[in-house]
C-alpha cells in the first residue's frame, strides 16, 4: 500500500513538472490584483474569485499540457529539456492530451459563469494558447505572444468584475504582455545555440545575447511606463504607488543580474525576481483594499 502511495505522489510530481505549477506565481497574481483593481470600492463576489481561479488553473493547465505535446520532439534533442515528462517517457503523450482536453473545458465551464464580456473574448484567448507553441517556428516574436497569453489572463480578472473594456484594463494587461515578453526574453537565451542549430525562432536567437538584453531592458521599462499611466488615468491608492516603486527596484536588479558574458544568475533572473514581481504588487494592491 505504501509503494502504491508513494508511486501517486510521484506520478502526480510529475504531472505538476509538466504543467510547470509553480510558473501559476506569474500570472494569477495579476489576474487577482485586476479583480480588485476592477472594483476600488468594494470587493468583487466570492464567486467571482472561484470561477477565475479555476478558468486560470484551466488555461494554464491546457496551454501548458498543448506546449509540452507540441514540442515533445524539440525536447527530446533538447539536453535543457530532454528530461522533461513527455520526451523522459514519464507521461504519454496521450496522457497530456486528456490533460489538455480536460482543462480546456474546466476553462469554458468556469468562463461561462463570468460576465458576457469573458465569454465573447474566450475564442480569442484559447487561440493564443493554441498557437504560442508553433510561433518558435515562424516568428522572432513569440515572446510577444506568450505575453498576450498572460497579459490577457490579468485583463480577464479585470473584466470578470468591470464587465467592460476601458481604457485602464487595456493598460494593465499590455503592461503584462511587456513583462512577461521581456523575461521570457531572458529565458530563450538559454536556448540561443540550439535555436539557432534547429532553425527555431527567438529575439536571442536573431539578435544575439547583448541585444537581446537591451530590448528585454525596454520591454520592462514599457511595462513600468504602461502601470504609471494607469495609475494617473485611474483611481488607485498610495499602496499602487509603493508596489510600483518596488516592481521598479526588483526589474533594474534583475537586470543588474545579467551581463553578456555571465549569464550564471539567468535562473535567479528569471523565476525569483519575477515571482517578487507578481506577488509583491498583488499583495499592495491588496493593501489598498483594506486602508
Not at 490584483?33 to 464567486?47: F, R, T, V
Not at 474569485?49 to 494554464?60: E, H, K, P, S
Not at 504609471?228 to 510600483?244: A, C, H, K, P
Not at 551581463?259 to 539567468?266: G, P, Q, R, T, Y
Amino acid at each position: 500500500m505504501q509503494i502504491t502511495i508513494q508511486e501517486c505522489k510521484l506520478k502526480t510530481l510529475e504531472y505538476f513538472e509538466l504543467i510547470k505549477f509553480e510558473h501559476t506565481i506569474f500570472a494569477l497574481p495579476f489576474a487577482l490584483s485586476g479583480m480588485l483593481l476592477a472594483s476600488p470600492d468594494h470587493w468583487p463576489q466570492i464567486s467571482t474569485f472561484i470561477w477565475v481561479i479555476l478558468a486560470m488553473i484551466g488555461g494554464r493547465t491546457a496551454a501548458m499540457a498543448l506546449n509540452r505535446i507540441i514540442d515533445a520532439d524539440i525536447d527530446k534533442i533538447n539536453p535543457r529539456t530532454s528530461n522533461r515528462a513527455i520526451p523522459a517517457g514519464k507521461i504519454k503523450k496521450i496522457s497530456a492530451t486528456v490533460l489538455a482536453i480536460c482543462a480546456f473545458c474546466l476553462l469554458i465551464f468556469a468562463t461561462w459563469q463570468l460576465p458576457l464580456i469573458c465569454r465573447q473574448l474566450l475564442p480569442v484567448a484559447i487561440i493564443i494558447l493554441l498557437i504560442y507553441s508553433y510561433t518558435k517556428r515562424f516568428t522572432n516574436l513569440s515572446h510577444l505572444v506568450l505575453g498576450s497569453a498572460l497579459g490577457a489572463a490579468a485583463a480577464g480578472g479585470w473584466l470578470a468584475v468591470s464587465g467592460e473594456i476601458i481604457l485602464p484594463v487595456i493598460l494593465w494587461g499590455s503592461a503584462v504582455v511587456f513583462w512577461v515578453g521581456g523575461f521570457d526574453i531572458i529565458y530563450a537565451i538559454q536556448d540561443i545555440d540550439f535555436d539557432r542549430e534547429n532553425n527555431l525562432f527567438s529575439i536571442p536567437a536573431w539578435l544575439g545575447i547583448k541585444n537581446s538584453l537591451f530590448i528585454s531592458k525596454i520591454f520592462h521599462i514599457i511595462t513600468v511606463l504602461l502601470l504609471i499611466i494607469l495609475g494617473n488615468i485611474y483611481q488607485v491608492g498610495i499602496f499602487y504607488w509603493i508596489g510600483l516603486i518596488l516592481v521598479s527596484c526588483l526589474i533594474i536588479y534583475e537586470h543588474s543580474l545579467l551581463k553578456e558574458n555571465d549569464l550564471s544568475k539567468i535562473n535567479a533572473a528569471f523565476f525569483n525576481i519575477n515571482g517578487y514581481v507578481s506577488i509583491g504588487l498583488f499583495i499592495c494592491i491588496f493593501l489598498d483594499k483594506i486602508f
